[in-house]
């Protein structure tokens, strides 16, 4: 039996082995479904969530005539 790992299959181990530490960091890790520049993945941060106020940081309306 050969013990050497073909390239293919390193690349396999690798991508799976990437994944968990995204995981326990609470990261977001997408495989990239085209990978013609070399992005296996895409790993995102969770969103902060929005503070509890208005959008509005007027205190009037912006235009004359619109409430």
């Not at 050497?4 to 082995?17: A, K, N, S």
């Not at 995204?22 to 890790?29: D, H, I, V």
């Amino acid at each position: 039996m050969e013990s050497e790992l073909d390239p293919d299959r390193i690349g396999r181990i690798g991508e799976r082995q990437f994944e968990v530490p995204c995981e326990r960091a609470g990261l977001y890790c997408n495989k990239s479904a085209v990978d013609a520049m070399g992005w296996d993945f895409i790993v995102e941060f969770p969103m902060r969530r929005p503070a509890k106020r208005s959008l509005s940081i007027n205190a009037r309306p912006i235009a004359p005539g619109f409430s």
